[in-house]
Each structure stands twice: as C-alpha cells, then as structure tokens.
C-alpha cells in the first residue's frame, strides 16, 4: 500500500516540489529498503528513485520551478523479499502545487 504526501520548500521567487512516498505492508507495518520509482511531469519532466528508511519513508523531489503545479506518478517499488502488487494502491499519482509547500 502507498501513501504519498506533497510538499515541498519554498525558494522565491521558485519552489521545489517533493512528494513523501510511504510504503506499507498489507499487513501492519511498514517497509524499509524499497527502491521507489516515481517519475515528475510538468515544468519538470524527470525520473527520481530512492530507498524508503526502516519507517518506510522516503522523500523525493524535483528541481526548483516556477509552475504552480506538477504530477508525481510511482512507476514501481523493488524489493527482494516481496512482489509489489499495484493494484493493491488507492493512490499511485498525486498533484503537487505550490500550496503544499513549507
């Protein structure tokens, strides 16, 4: 199961968009070390990956634009001890606007 979280900073007269991406198990818990691969569209169009911490959590960010708005999508989620199963998600795509940032 995914979360994903928008924020993101404020650098005038742009900002940086990022996107928390927490992955959870079906069952309790959380799951960390899962190389999240999620992909920016908009003023950004880009590929960003990372590995979620023990908590499941990871960060990802775009660089610093002027657009108000930009999509965030999880293209897939690796690990060597369970199959990412996508259908599973409520949300895979989140919006990120400039609203959602510190």
Not at 18 to 25: E, G, P
Not at 27 to 45: H, I, K, M, Q, R
Request: avoid cysteine; charge should be negative; proline fraction near 8%.
């Amino acid at each position: 199961m995914l979360e994903l979280k928008p924020g993101g900073t404020v650098v005038e007269p742009l900002w940086e968009p990022s996107v928390q991406v927490r992955v959870a198990l079906t069952d309790p818990g959380s799951l960390g070390g899962v190389l999240v691969t999620g992909t920016w569209l908009g003023a950004f169009n880009g590929t960003v990956s990372g590995l979620t911490n023990p908590a499941g959590r990871i960060t990802l960010t775009a660089p610093a634009i002027s657009d108000n708005a930009l999509t965030f999508t999880v293209v897939s989620l690796a690990h060597p001890s369970y199959e990412y199963r996508p259908q599973l998600n409520v949300m895979t795509q989140r919006v990120v606007t400039r609203a959602d940032a510190d």
